[in-house]
């Protein structure tokens, strides 16, 4: 069965850089869920939308954004990265009715 | 906002025991319940999950419980196996607004 895929899968990037992390929902799946792992820690959620449009909102920092395009992939777009911002970046894919399958996600290093 | 304490944080039973991981959750409108386990490096794995209309839920080795009323939901692996080994977080959401909030999560170790 097809799943939720991420690109990259690793990325490492300097102090002050940007970055964009892109996102395939399940086919058919109407909403993506954008999450944010650190080191030993649980999922911390960023951002979701719906049918393309943003529909909640979690700890994302200002110099985060996202979008869902037409095709429902969705991309993150990073900026001004800073030392913390190093993590693994899970999306997750949902049809309606709560359930998220997660995708392999992309692990940011930031040095 | 939506507050899930999970306990323990690390457990540790011998192969063939029974493992359970016990969470409360604060926002009474939350009325979905997964379990997701995540092996080191890897994505988080729908498990189980369990909606706020049914009390228990099973799964072949996999159980989960839930009391709406006060707030607690577990999951319960019995037969336990090495390839059980990993972290296993509880989360909760809402149908008002579907985000997941995660537990802190259980590292399970299985003992030979």
């Known amino acids: 069965a097809a799943g939720v895929i991420q690109s990259p899968r690793h990325l490492i990037k300097e102090k002050r850089e940007t970055a964009t992390l892109k996102c395939y929902p399940i086919?058919?799946?109407?909403?993506v869920y954008w999450y944010q792992q650190g080191p030993g820690q649980d999922p911390q959620f960023l951002i979701s939308f719906y049918e393309k449009m943003q529909s909640d909102k979690g700890s994302i920092p200002d110099r985060f954004s996202a979008q869902q395009f037409s095709d429902y992939h969705s991309e993150l777009n990073m900026s001004s990265l800073e030392l913390g911002d190093s993590a693994l970046y899970f999306c997750?894919?949902?049809?309606?009715?709560?359930?998220?399958?997660f995708g392999p996600g992309t692990r940011l290093t930031v040095t | 906002g939506e507050n899930v304490e999970q306990h323990p944080s690390t457990l540790s039973v011998q192969e063939g025991d029974s493992a359970v991981i016990k969470c409360t959750y604060s926002?009474?409108?939350?009325?979905?319940f997964p379990w997701y386990k995540q092996e080191l490096g890897k994505r988080p794995q729908l498990i189980i999950d369990?909606?706020?209309?049914?009390g228990e839920k099973k799964d072949q080795r996999i159980a989960v419980t839930l009391n709406k009323t006060a707030k607690h939901f577990s999951l319960h692996i019995t037969e336990t196996q090495p390839e059980d080994s990993a972290v296993y977080f509880c989360a909760a959401s809402s149908h008002r607004d579907d985000k997941i909030i995660f537990g802190k999560g259980t590292r399970l170790h299985i003992l030979p």
């Open positions: 086919p058919r799946h109407d909403t």
């Open positions: 369990i909606r706020s209309n049914v």
């Open positions: 926002d009474s409108a939350s009325n979905y």
């Open positions: 997750a894919s949902s049809p309606a009715g709560n359930e998220q399958y």
